[in-house]
């Protein structure tokens, strides 16, 4: 079993801010990226390797209790642990009035945003360990019109986080909640399409910056 090597496990790695962070993490840290979006992971491995970094790619479901139990027990007999967890795993449903939410998207976003919680952090918290960080991502639309499906299953999420995060103060590991504001993203795109996109950052020109305030 390997102890040196600092590992960083990314959920929600294949797009977005979670594959900015894992590609700017790299090559001090080794990147175990999970993702849904095969390609992409692939695509973040090419970037990773470019800058002499090294990943291990899982393309699984963070809803996919058994296969997370899996990744993490790997991970620990492999290396022993991480050093960060970086969540931004997350189900964006279109946007709809309360009364005509689709119980499919509905259910899809209990699951991703709020159930498979209730595992990821008991699986990753003892591989993390009292010295290691979590770091979450808020979100603001909770109660705003038409963000039912998001809003509601992001807060029940972060309630989550807030009370973890109040638990581990004294005794570890470091909880950080960040808000980085609107980025250019596709989850962003779907919520506001006649929004001009260029004018916002791209996940990959914050990730410098969030990464002082995680590591």
Known sequence: MQRMTQIALITGASRGLGFALAEALAPEYHIVAVGRTVGGLEDLDDRIKAKGGDAT???MDVTNRDAMA?????????W??????IHTAIHAAPLAPAD???????DKSVNTNVTA???LIPFIAPLIGPEGTAVFFD???AGEK????????????????????????KIGPKVKILSPGPL?????????????????????DVAAELLQQII
């Open 57 to 59: 790619l899982a393309p």
């Open 80 to 85: 022993g642990g991480a050093k960060l967890w």
């Open 139 to 141: 979100d603001t639309h």
């Open 146 to 169: 038409f963000f039912g499906h998001y809003g509601a299953t992001k807060a029940a999420q972060m309630a989550l986080v807030r009370s973890w995060q109040s638990e581990t103060e």
């Open 117 to 119: 919680m209730g595992h």
């Open 184 to 204: 250019r993203t596709a989850t962003r795109g779907r919520f506001f399409p006649g929004e001009d996109k260029d004018a916002l950052p791209l996940p990959k």
């Open 100 to 106: 005509h939410l689709d119980q499919k998207d509905w």
């Open 70 to 78: 899996q990744l993490c027990r790997s991970v620990f007999d492999r």
